[in-house]
């Protein structure tokens, strides 16, 4: 099976729970929270497949984050001179 055969199954099945849910919601009635929480549930299990959709349509190199080269070459000492410890204070202060 294919990627997109699989997201097409999974929105099979999440259309069958929302149907299922209409169902069981016209015999419980909305009780309380607990139908709502469901429902909540089940809507957002929609949208997260609806982005997976999105997803595995981009190509490849669309997603793929670009590189970033790091230099082999020293940094200038004379950044790390004249600051302060970040989380360590002041050379010429100590800690309460």
């Given at each position: 099976m294919s990627v997109h055969d699989d997201i097409t199954a999974v929105q099979r099945c999440l259309d069958d729970l929302q149907r299922s849910l209409g169902r069981l919601e016209q015999h419980l009635g909305t009780i309380g929270l607990d139908m709502?929480?469901?429902?909540?549930?089940?809507?957002?299990?929609s949208e997260s497949v609806a982005l997976l959709r999105d997803a595995a349509s981009t190509p490849d190199a669309a997603r793929r984050p670009d590189l970033v080269t790091i230099s082999d070459t020293p940094y200038d000492i004379s950044l790390w001179t004249d600051t302060d410890d970040e989380g360590l204070g002041a050379r010429d202060r100590h800690a309460p």
């Amino acid at each position: 099976m294919s990627v997109h055969d699989d997201i097409t199954a999974v929105q099979r099945c999440l259309d069958d729970l929302q149907r299922s849910l209409g169902r069981l919601e016209q015999h419980l009635g909305t009780i309380g929270l607990d139908m709502r929480r469901v429902r909540m549930d089940a809507a957002h299990l929609s949208e997260s497949v609806a982005l997976l959709r999105d997803a595995a349509s981009t190509p490849d190199a669309a997603r793929r984050p670009d590189l970033v080269t790091i230099s082999d070459t020293p940094y200038d000492i004379s950044l790390w001179t004249d600051t302060d410890d970040e989380g360590l204070g002041a050379r010429d202060r100590h800690a309460p």
